[in-house]
């Protein structure tokens, strides 16, 4: 399932050199060509910016509410 900018999704392994774990939530903030990579900025519960990273499809999932 391709994801859109904007779209909420979820972390679905650790990343420990970046401070993240699965379940994680993040923003995707930019689309690479037809989903192959997706740019998602994860946020601390302060707001501040905890990482900006370039993921492929098989790292996070959509949201669900």
């Not at 989903?35 to 998602?40: A, I, K, L, S």
């Not at 900025?41 to 370039?54: P, Q, S």
């Amino acid at each position: 399932m391709m994801m859109c900018e904007l779209d909420r999704v979820v972390l679905v392994q650790d990343l420990p050199g970046h401070g993240l774990e699965a379940g994680d939530v993040g923003t995707v903030v930019h689309v690479y060509g037809e989903g192959e990579g997706y740019e998602v900025e994860f946020v601390g519960g302060e707001g501040e910016t905890v990482a900006v990273i370039t993921l492929g499809p098989e790292d996070i999932r959509p949201m669900r509410f």
